[in-house]
């Protein structure tokens, strides 16, 4: 296995805060945003958007999580027994602009998984995707509104992202099979 670090604690907060400007300037302001984190590191990511555009912008924005453990299109299939953390929207989601927030979109489907659950919960106006890392390998026509960095990857390769929050430290590594026989 080689890992390769791809950002360092500060890289990662740059491209957090990068990504609260983003959503702000495109969305004409936060009056009307929802912020929702997908579990486990899509909820404190969200945490730190909210907190930085409350800076920003003295507006604290609503704020949930979803767990799609259960809107998995495999999850009967996965050798593992799912770690069901539920699904925290107790906030009004109808007419307004829900932002997605996650770790890394690679194929499509966990934010699939996430729509279906959030519109188990209401009707947004619309709902727009963040993502810290995009690396590439679409299996559904989903694309992110808002990107930290994009590291394409190759076969073999996995995006590990670590969050102080779930993992005492910030970084993103690439992790590869190189070398392995």
């Known amino acids: ?91 009004p989601i109808d007419g307004k602009t829900v932002i997605l927030v996650d770790d890394v979109l690679f194929s499509g489907r966990t934010i699939r998984a996430a729509i279906e659950e959030v519109l188990a919960y209401g009707r947004p106006a619309k709902i727009q995707l963040a993502v810290l890392v995009d690396r590439g390998h679409r299996e559904m026509p989903i694309r992110a509104d808002f990107v930290g960095k994009n590291i394409p990857t190759h076969e073999g390769e996995h995006v590990k992202v670590l969050l102080k929050e779930v993992d005492d430290r910030d970084a993103v590594q690439l992790i590869s099979n190189e070398g392995e026989e």
């Open 1 to 91: 296995m080689k890992t390769t670090m791809m950002l360092d604690a500060v890289a990662l907060k740059r491209s957090i805060t990068r990504l609260a400007h983003e959503i702000i300037e495109s969305n004409n302001g936060p009056e009307d945003i929802v912020l929702i984190g997908i579990h486990t590191r899509g909820e404190p990511l969200a945490e730190r958007i909210q907190h930085l555009i409350k800076n920003n912008t003295d507006t604290v924005i609503p704020i949930g999580s979803v767990d799609i453990t259960f809107h998995r299109d495999d999850y009967r299939e996965r050798l593992v027994v799912p770690q069901v953390k539920g699904t925290n929207l107790s906030i």
